[in-house]
């Protein structure tokens, strides 16, 4: 089933997401909901969050781009970052944050302890975009945006944008909720 995606300023992209303490039919169903989601909105990444459920669970898929056909689809869950290496400036996006993008500096390689979609315990390091993606969908377990961490001139740029996505006026081929409306369903 396709999701709409929460988008700024949405309340539920700014809370700390839960730990999940396992893999039942219901999250089963979440996680195949989610790339189907992702992939209608020709993303790479996506955090439960994203879709109104504020669980540590996110999926990846960066099987589209050449140099990484060959990884899986990736079902991370309750992820924790070990350690890290280097550091590189890259430009981000956000299904969250349409039509922004911005350079962002982070670590290079991750080494990372996480569940996978049976709910078991992997240790893997990760470098180029897989680092990327992973560590930007993690922020979004922590209520933490790309845009948080763009340089201070940088977020001025795009100031305008983002109040423009915050009062709704954003154009998406995908569905999304509208921030307004999602407070008020909240309430409801
Ligand atoms: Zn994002």
């Known amino acids: ?3 709409p995606i929460n988008i700024y300023s949405d309340d539920i992209l ?3 997401a839960k730990p999940l303490k396992g893999v039942d039919s219901e999250i089963e169903e979440l996680i195949a909901s989610m790339f189907e989601s992702m992939h209608n909105a020709s993303g790479i990444g996506l955090a439960a969050p994203q879709v109104g459920r504020s669980v540590r669970l996110l999926v990846l898929d960066l099987s589209y781009i050449t140099e990484y056909e060959h990884e899986k689809p990736m079902v ?3 992820p924790y970052i070990i350690s890290v290496k280097g550091s590189c ?5 956000c299904l969250s944050v349409p039509g922004v ?3 962002i500096e982070r670590p290079s390689v991750i080494t990372l302890k996480y569940r996978d979609e049976h709910f078991e315990e992997r240790t893997r390091e990760f470098s180029g975009m897989l680092a990327r993606a992973l560590q930007h969908e993690i922020d979004h377990l922590d209520g ?3 845009v948080d961490r763009m ?3 940088d977020r001025k740029k795009i100031k305008k944008e983002l109040d423009a996505i915050a009062s709704g006026t954003v154009n998406t081929e995908y569905p999304v909720v509208a921030p307004k409306l999602a ?3 909240k309430q409801a």
């Open 101 to 103: 993008l911005g350079y």
């Open 76 to 78: 991370v869950i309750n």
């Open 89 to 93: 400036d890259i430009e981000e996006g």
């Open 183 to 185: 407070k008020v369903s």
């Open 151 to 153: 340089e201070k001139r």
């Open 14 to 16: 700014r809370l700390k």
């Open 144 to 146: 933490t945006l790309f």
């Open 1 to 3: 089933m396709i999701l």
